[in-house]
Structures are given as structure tokens and as C-alpha cells.
RNA sequence: GGAGGGAUUCCCGAGUUGGCCAAAGGGGGCAGACUGUAAAUCUGCUGGCGACGCCUUCAGAGGUUCGAAUCCUCUUCCCUCCA
């Protein structure tokens, strides 16, 4: 029993929230006018290649805003791109992806989903995998596929355009990349897109290859490809600058307060359902001085820790950053750095030592340098001498700069 | 297939009359000060090692030399122009 929200301009406003780029502006209008006269719900697709295991808030903005599509009404088919991860997406890459094996690519499948169905509603979403269409396929198939695009317009994307002239290399694979994509726009019909903008060429191929297939060709909703906590690339795990979905609450309240100011509203808009209306007052008070900017960013760190977390996981969250960073207290729980008799000398433990074992530094000159910086403290009281040789009491907390604790707990 | 250019420490990028090079400078990162775990700014550190010394690095393999990132040979990869 699916339930439609009548309202076209209701519906505008939830399906171009945050989008950074939506095309043809006008096609969309129209074909979401004629499904709400119709009553039949639009045709939204999202792909996703499982690349990996370790999903970050970049990964599921798409699927909130397929959600929101969802609450709408309308049909979500999740592409799970199980031969697209093997050739692996170029777009917005700067050089070639490692290509995977299928058993690999099918491993993180699990994941993706368990993560997407935390946001999606299970029962009205339609799962494909376009393994299912690309598996049988036979040479003279694939040429077919490939005879629809040239190297032309394949080099006028940015980033093989960049690569192309910073003397990095492209491979031919790569160029298979948007065909492939486009391929599964047809296969299934779609009416929509979604991804982020760096999305914007593939979703253009894939209208291009509808048309082939006698298809009206589907829109495009993209939004902006979310930055990662450094406020200048894009979130992403090999830059370290990513919010985990399965990080803990602590970590993930606390990695939001450390994001830039000028992420917030981007955050807000992308990650959670405050009204856009309320995001201008806030900016208002904000430039007026009634609204600090760190108490904007508390909500903001609530909202989406309780979204994946709870309300309960946002309440250890804003606790533990009180407590450790606004009033400088050791936190209440934290790691706990087993020592066995086997690494004490005598009772004993060189400082350096002990910073590894805690995995505070990964070579005893990092860990000299942290020390020698005035970065570590045992028992609260600043450590500087790097030939120390700790007697170890248990119950000790050791601390490495503002934010990493071990409390010491002596075995036997 | 031909001609030429290139590969340097996490990244970019100096360094090619051989020693003074663990290798300039910038970025990033980390630590300290300031603070709102924001931004900006200032300071220091940033190959490994129980460490004023020793060890392994400058695409890979050999060679010349008292001594090579720097010279020679071969290999691999990338780029440009020509076909």
C-alpha cells in the first residue's frame, strides 16, 4: 500500500533539498507532475559499488536522499554494482581504481546493504544486481555497448581531461566505466538518478544510451559531494578526513565539533531534515553574535549522531566532548593498555616502549618527539624525558595529546 | 615502430661540473601556545634504531669509483611529437 504526498511543490522542495545540480530541470518537473496525475511513482535509481567495507557519511548521502524519494512515494531500485566495483568508477579519480575480483566485490556487498537498509525501508526497495545483466553478455554485446561513445567525449571530462595532461595515466577500461552505468539506467528503466555531481557524466551517458534503447531518458539529481573534516576534500578514507558510519558516538560527535564552520551548513542540509528556512534564521543569529557558532554545531553533531546512533548513542556523544574537551577531564571510559610481567624490566617500562604498546606512536622516534614536545602526560603530570624509565602503577591514565587516553592496568 | 622528455623521502617539488645529502622549499600530518577539538596566527618536529653514533632510502638490476640521488649499461613504467 503505497501512499503518495499529492502536493507537487511540497515534493520539489523535499526532492531539490541540498541538490547541487538537478537535469533537465524541466523534464524532471514534468515527469513528476505527470506521476503524481497518474499516481504512479517515478522509477528512482542509485547505484552503489561495493569497493570497500568501511562506509563514511560521503557514501550515504545518496541514500538519504533516495529515502526521501521513498517517504514520497516513490520506487527506489538499488543498484548494487557488482561488475561496475570489478571495472571500478573513475570519476573524480586521479588515478586508476585497483580493479577487484568478483568474490571480493561480493564480500562487501553485505555491508552495503545492512548500511543502506538502516536508512531505506527494506520492503519497498527493489535490489538489482547488474551482474545480472552484464554476466551473460557476449562480446559482440559489449561492442555494441562500447560503439556508442567516442574518445572525444570521453576526454572532455574533467578528470580524465586532467589526468590526460598532468602525464597520468588512463586505461582503456576506464573509458567503459559510463557506458556501463548508462547500460543499467536502461536496463532498468529509471525516471531518476541520483548521485553526487561527480555523478553528472555518467548520468548523461546513461540518457544517451535510453535513447538507444527507444527509453525517455531519465533526470539527474546530484548533490554535492560532501567534504571530509580538513573542510577541503572530499571525505574520503584514504585522506583520513572521513566520519565512519561505525565509528562510536564519542568519535562521531566529536569528529562533527571538529569539522569547519563554513561545513556546517552543507552538513545540515545534506545529513539532516532541519527546515531550510531554520538553517537562514541560524546564519542570521550567527552573523548577528545571538547563536555561538560551536552551539550551532553541537545541534548539529546531535542530529546526526542520534541518527545513527540513537538518541541514547547522542547523549554518550555530547557527554564524553563535555567532559573531555570543554572542561578538560578525563573522559569516564576509555581504553584500557594491558601490561604483562613480560614487558616490565624490573617493575619498569621505557616511556617510548609503553607509547607503542598503546599504539600512541609507530617508532620510538615519534614517540621521542611527542615527548620531547611536551605531548605526554602519566598520571596528569607532563613527561619529558624520553630515556624515562616508567615504574608502572595500574590504574594509571596515560594521555597523548588533548584527545587520546589509555588507562594502564598491570596483568598478574 | 621512430625521436625526445621523465620516475626523488606521505604528496608536490629542488638537487644530475660525483663527496658538505637522510636529501632545499611548500603542502599535509603531529605536538605546544591561543581557542569554540572552528578559522586565522605563532613555535617546534616530521626515514629507522634504547640513538650526539649506527642502519636502510632517491623506479628495478648490475657496473665505474676511496665515495653515486648525481656517471655508465640493461630492465620496467609514464608522457610528448611523429607513424
Known amino acids: 500500500m503505497i501512499t503518495m504526498e499529492t502536493s507537487f511543490e511540497k515534493q520539489w522542495e523535499r526532492i531539490t533539498r541540498g541538490a547541487d545540480d538537478v537535469f533537465p530541470e524541466e523534464e524532471l518537473r514534468s515527469k513528476l507532475k505527470r506521476s503524481i496525475t497518474e499516481r504512479r511513482p517515478l522509477r528512482v535509481k542509485l547505484g552503489v559499488d561495493p569497493t570497500g567495507t568501511d562506509l563514511h557519511l ?128 536502461g536496463m532498468i528503466r529509471a525516471d531518476v538518478e541520483l548521485g553526487g555531481t561527480d555523478q553528472k557524466f555518467n548520468i548523461l551517458v546513461g540518457r544517451d544510451i535510453q535513447k538507444d534503447m527507444g527509453q525517455e531518458p531519465q533526470a539527474g539529481v546530484c ?86 546512533h540513537g538518541e541514547e548513542g547522542a547523549r554518550v556523544g555530547e557527554a564524553y566532548f563535555q567532559r573531555v574537551f570543554s572542561e578538560r577531564e578525563l573522559p569516564q571510559n576509555m581504553e584500557e593498555l594491558p601490561l604483562g610481567l613480560e614487558q616490565l624490566d624490573d617493575g619498569r617500562i621505557w616511556i617510548v616502549k609503553l607509547l607503542r604498546e598503546a599504539g600512541f606512536a609507530n617508532s620510538s622516534g615519534e614517540a621521542r618527539r611527542l615527548i620531547r614536545q611536551g605531548g605526554v602526560k602519566i598520571d596528569g603530570k607532563v613527561m619529558t624525558d624520553p630515556d624515562l624509565d616508567w615504574p608502572a602503577r595500574d590504574g594509571v591514565v596515560l594521555q597523548v595529546g588533548k584527545r587520546r587516553f589509555a588507562k594502564i592496568r598491570l596483568q598478574g
Open 58 to 185: 560521503g557514501h550515504i548521502i545518496p541514500v538519504l536522499k533516495m529515502k526521501q524519494f521513498q517517504d514520497l512515494g516513490h520506487h527506489c531500485i538499488l543498484i548494487i554494482g557488482d561488475y561496475t566495483a570489478m571495472v571500478g568508477d573513475p570519476s573524480g579519480r586521479n588515478k586508476t581504481r585497483p580493479q577487484l575480483d568478483h568474490e571480493a566485490v561480493m564480500e562487501n556487498c553485505k555491508t552495503y546493504q545492512e548500511q543502506a537498509f538502516s536508512i531505506l525501508d527494506q520492503e519497498k526497495t527493489e535490489v538489482v544486481y547488474n551482474g545480472s545483466w552484464f554476466a551473460p553478455m557476449g562480446f559482440q554485446d559489449v561492442m555494441k555497448l562500447l560503439s556508442r561513445m567516442t574518445v572525444a567525449r570521453m576526454l572532455e571530462r574533467d578528470d580524465f581531461a586532467k589526468r590526460y595532461h598532468s602525464q597520468m595515466p588512463i586505461s582503456i577500461h576506464e573509458l567503459v566505466y559510463p557506458l556501463m552505468q548508462g547500460y543499467d539506467s
Open 223 to 308: 548533490n554535492p559531494i560532501l567534504l571530509g573534516t580538513d573542510g577541503g576534500e572530499k571525505m574520503s578514507k584514504s585522506l583520513d578526513n572521513y566520519i565512519g558510519l561505525h565509528e562510536t558516538p564519542e568519535n562521531m560527535y566529536g569528529k562533527i565539533m571538529s569539522i569547519p564552520d563554513s561545513l556546517m551548513r552543507m552538513y545540515f542540509e545534506l545529513i539532516t531534515d532541519v527546515p531550510l528556512v531554520e538553517l537562514d534564521a541560524m546564519k542570521r543569529k550567527m552573523d548577528e553574535g545571538s547563536l555561538h557558532p560551536r552551539d550551532a554545531k553541537k545541534r548539529l553533531a546531535q542530529l546526526v549522531t542520534t541518527r545513527f
